[in-house]
């Protein structure tokens, strides 16, 4: 029996990367169900939020089929409260309330990237009860902006060295979205 029954994360993955999968991987270690949220999924199209939802749900599923196959991950878009940059108790009350009616149960549990700007989301009155863990951003020294800069570069390499093999097949088409944005 894990830790805890259910777990929440919240990230853009504008793509997925092995920082995300490690948060992820955590997740799936001390939780028997793990939900995440695409956020910032009604955003589309610009330099920080290239990537539909479709498309950024389609790559995480291609990296966890296994776990979603089996109940364990389900991964499910949201849209910013407000604003993408909306880094308040409003969006964290937000999220949370949306993850509980989503789990049909109290959140237990939020893994997230450690971030000085976290602590500006969840109110000590709304994570009470709800455990969180912190992971590190800056052990794996990858981001998703320096990821997309990489593909912009067409540096395949550092792209498959940053991401799981199960997506180095989207690179092409991550790149031709990229590069479409770029020209605009």
Same mark, same amino acid.
């Given at each position: 029996m894990k830790p805890f029954k259910n777990a929440l994360i919240v $990230?853009?993955?504008?793509? &997925? +990367? &092995? $920082? +995300?999968m490690k948060i992820i991987d955590i997740a799936l270690r001390v939780a028997d169900k793990v939900l995440i949220f695409a956020s910032s999924s009604d955003k589309v199209g610009t330099v920080r939020n290239p990537f539909s939802v479709e498309y950024r749900i389609k790559l995480i599923e291609k990296v966890y089929s296994k776990e979603i196959e089996e109940g364990r991950l389900q991964v499910l878009p949201l849209a910013d409260l407000t604003n993408e940059n909306d880094l308040t108790f409003a969006w964290g009350d937000y999220v949370i309330s949306h993850a509980n009616n989503v789990l049909n149960e109290k959140l237990e549990c939020i893994i997230y990237g450690k971030d000085k700007n976290i602590f500006k989301c969840f109110s000590k009155k709304i994570v009470k009860g709800i455990s969180e863990i912190y992971v590190d951003r800056n052990q794996l020294e990858i981001s998703a902006t320096k990821l997309r800069q990489y593909i912009i570069d067409d540096d395949r390499h550092s792209f498959e060295k940053y991401t799981s093999e199960k997506i180095h097949s989207e690179y092409d088409k991550l790149r031709s979205i990229l590069l479409k944005i770029n020209e605009e």
């Open positions: $990230g853009r993955f504008q793509p &997925i +990367h &092995i $920082g +995300h």
